[in-house]
């Protein structure tokens, strides 16, 4: 079965950091989307950061600069190096993947749209 635990969450003060990691099991985090979605209660799920099926790395407009998303191939981890804390970046941050279909007797596969995956989730709160 596939799955995807976040961890890294954690308390830290305004103008902190902090790291979050995703670890994969039973799935590669190469070759297909990924990213960094986050949500508060109330509110609609918020994506923050991806890293596409064709490499392009891509960040929502409130976290540009402040935000680093990256994978290691080696651990299977996608990780997000937030830096620049604020309170408005409090919420639940959720890693997700695209899913998977392979072919023939080899690795080959495509990509799948969408997000199939997703993570439990790992608290981040910011206070001021």
């Known amino acids: 079965q596939v799955q995807l635990v976040e961890s890294g969450g954690g308390s830290v003060q305004a103008g902190g950091s902090l790291k979050l990691s995703c670890a994969a099991s039973?799935?590669?985090?190469?070759?297909?989307?990924m990213g960094w979605y986050r949500q508060v209660p109330g509110k609609e799920r918020e994506w923050v950061s991806e890293i596409t099926k064709f490499g392009t790395i891509r960040y929502a407009d409130p976290v540009k600069g402040r935000f680093t998303i990256s994978q290691d191939n080696v651990e299977n981890t996608l990780s997000l190096q937030m830096n620049s804390l604020n309170t408005e970046d409090t919420a639940v941050y959720y890693c997700?993947?695209?899913?998977?279909?392979?072919?023939?007797?080899?690795?080959?596969?495509?990509?799948?749209?969408?997000?199939?995956?997703w993570g439990q989730g790992t608290q981040v709160t910011v206070s001021s």
């Open positions: 997700a993947a695209q899913g998977k279909t392979y072919y023939g007797i080899g690795a080959s596969y495509s990509c799948k749209s969408g997000y199939a995956y």
């Open positions: 039973g799935y590669t985090f190469s070759g297909c989307g």
